[in-house]
Structure formats: structure tokens, C-alpha cells
């Protein structure tokens, strides 16, 4: 529950601070305008909460893969492997290598 509240403060931070980027003052500053008045710091603030809400969110994502998977299993179960044929004699090899001398000698 703790995490929740973490997670919730930090959009509403970068709410606000995408906010105040886009209206510093009375006006509207975007981009370079807004860091030749002196105000650059808050688009450096909401670049680097949005890259931090990302983080959060990929991290969020990582940790809940786990149970994911385990819901996911349960619709699409682990395939067995195909049991693995008999060892073959020597004999198919040879015969096997027999065919390939004949058929190499046909076509030369």
C-alpha cells in the first residue's frame, strides 16, 4: 500500500511540474523560450520525473511478470517435449550411407 502512495505522489508531482512548464508565469513558454527566461529548470525537472515515472513503471512492470506468467500458464500450459525416438542400429547408418554412396555416384 505504501508503494501506492510512493507511485500516486510522484504523477502528481510530474503533473504539476508539466504544468508549470507550460504555463510559467502568465505566459506560455515552450522549450527554448522557456530556458532564455530563466526558467529552463523546469523543463529539466519535468524531463527528468518523466524519465523517473518511466523507470517506475517499466520496474513495476518487471516485478509483477512472475504472476503474470503464473495466470498465463494456467490458459497456455508448458508443452511437453516430444519423447526422443529410439537410438538407431548401426545398421540404418550404414544403410543410410549406403543410399547416399549410390545416389552420389548416380549423379556424378
Known sequence: ???KKWILAVSVLWV???SASV???????????AIREGQGW????TGIITVFV??????LIISA????????ARFYPEQE???SPAKKSSDTAQV????AVAYHQKNS
Open 42 to 45: 523546469l523543463v529539466a525537472l
Open 16 to 18: 504539476f511540474c508539466l
Open 65 to 72: 511478470l512472475p504472476g503474470i506468467l503464473r495466470v498465463l
Open 54 to 59: 518511466a523507470l517506475v513503471v517499466i520496474t
Open 81 to 83: 517435449d516430444a519423447p
Open 96 to 99: 543410410a550411407a549406403a543410399i
Open 1 to 3: 500500500m505504501e508503494k
Open 23 to 33: 504555463w510559467a508565469g502568465t505566459e506560455r513558454l515552450m522549450g527554448a523560450e
